[in-house]
């Protein structure tokens, strides 16, 4: 049974450029939440995606968006890049009916 | 908002020891406790967690304990071994039902490190 998986692992970026971050949640999840790590943090909440639709965000920037396909892989995206947004972005994918939330490898962003 | 305090932010023990790590939460309508694990360049691993209408729970060597009164609550790793050495976070989230089911609170993280 696979986990929860990421793609890329690592990625390099400019600021002021786009990126865009994939998903897939655990075999028979239907919730995808994305978090951000910043060096030696917590992860932070950023939103939280059920049935192809945001049910609730954190305290981010609209630069910040993200899109849940019907096989409930997701994608998050960033505008506009800030070197502050260089972090490890973290899926975790869960039931919604459930509290239970399991976290994949995440993707390491660098933004210079 | 939710906010979660975590102590201490660094714990260095013996193999074979005991280790505490605390954290404390603010908004008393929630309910789910869960404790990961992370280990370098990897994402956080659930280790155990605990609903609000439990007070402890225990596996293996790994053991949560919930005060709701003071919105407190702890794990206890007995019998530490070096390969315990890793970041856990401490998080809290309302459950099913409520308006911010669903996003984990995180704490600020412990550093633990288990000497041979």
């Known amino acids: 049974d696979a986990g929860v998986t990421q793609s890329p692992t690592h990625l390099i970026k400019t600021r002021g450029q786009q990126v865009t971050l994939r998903c897939s949640p655990k075999?028979?999840?239907?919730?995808v939440s994305w978090y951000q790590q910043a060096l030696g943090q917590g992860p932070q909440f950023i939103f939280q995606y059920y049935e192809e639709e945001e049910r609730q965000r954190g305290n981010f920037p609209d630069r910040f968006s993200g899109h849940q396909f019907p096989n409930y892989s997701s994608e998050l995206n960033v505008n506009a890049l800030l070197l502050g947004d260089s972090a490890l972005y973290l899926c975790a994918s869960s039931l919604l009916a459930r509290d239970t939330q399991y976290f994949g490898p995440g993707t390491r962003l660098t933004v210079l | 908002g939710e906010n979660v305090e975590q102590h201490p932010s660094t714990l260095s023990v013996q193999e074979g020891d005991s280790a505490v790590i605390k954290c404390t939460y603010s908004?008393?309508?929630?309910?789910?406790f869960p404790w990961y694990k992370q280990e370098l360049g990897k994402g956080p691993q659930l280790i155990i967690d605990?609903?609000?209408?439990?007070g402890e729970k225990k596996d293996q060597r790994i053991a949560v304990t919930l005060n709701k009164t003071a919105k407190h609550f702890s794990l206890h790793i007995t019998e530490t071994q070096p390969e315990d050495s890793a970041v856990y976070f401490c998080a809290a989230s309302m459950g099913a039902g409520g308006t911010s089911y669903g996003k984990l609170t995180f704490g600020q993280g412990t550093i633990l490190t288990v000497h041979p």
């Open positions: 605990i609903r609000s209408n439990v």
């Open positions: 908004d008393s309508a929630s309910n789910y």
């Open positions: 075999s028979g999840h239907d919730t």
